[in-house]
């Protein structure tokens, strides 16, 4: 298995069609195969975000976004993590991603890094791993959709 940093428009498209497999997964992710182009693609280039790759022999079978920013009350840099693929039967080898976002969040001076947790996404099982890896649970987000 190999992990590397998205570094082209052409590895951007391959990791949104990774994203899109999670709305298999999960009824309350959407993924726009087409609009990583234009809300990744110039977050990495700025430095802000990046998308990290996992192979197995060259073939992509997971991969994981993020993005750093300063938090609006404490002003502390802050990584968070956008998506979080990993193909099936490739599953165990994903925490090298996890591990490699770390790594990048703390490259990046960043002194917090967050982990999205879907409801009806193995939430036992990532529950788990979060906390075994010192993650702590701060905040449940909810969300309404409104009719326009």
């Known amino acids: ?3 590397r940093f998205a570094n082209s428009i052409e590895d951007v498209d391959n990791l949104a069609v990774m994203a ?3 709305t298999k997964e ?14 990744y693609w110039p977050l990495i280039q700025s430095g802000v975000g990046a998308m990290l790759m996992l192979e197995d022999n060259g ?3 997971g991969g994981l976004g993020c993005l750093k920013y300063p938090d609006l ?3 502390e840099l802050f990584a968070v993590e956008t998506f979080w693929y990993v193909l099936p039967e490739h599953r165990g080898a994903g925490l090298l991603l996890l591990e490699a976002y770390e790594k990048w969040a703390r490259d990046n001076g ?3 890094c967050a982990m999205i947790h879907m409801v009806d996404s193995m939430p036992e099982k990532l529950e788990t791993v ?3 890896k010192g993650y702590s649970l701060i905040e449940k987000h909810y969300v309404k959709e409104l009719s326009l």
């Open 59 to 61: 073939v992509l079978v």
């Open 110 to 112: 960043c002194v917090k």
């Open 1 to 3: 298995m190999n992990i």
């Open 73 to 75: 009350h404490s002003g």
């Open 130 to 132: 979060y906390k075994r």
């Open 26 to 39: 999960s009824k309350y992710v959407i993924v726009d195969k087409n609009r990583p182009r234009e809300t």
């Open 20 to 22: 899109y497999n999670f």
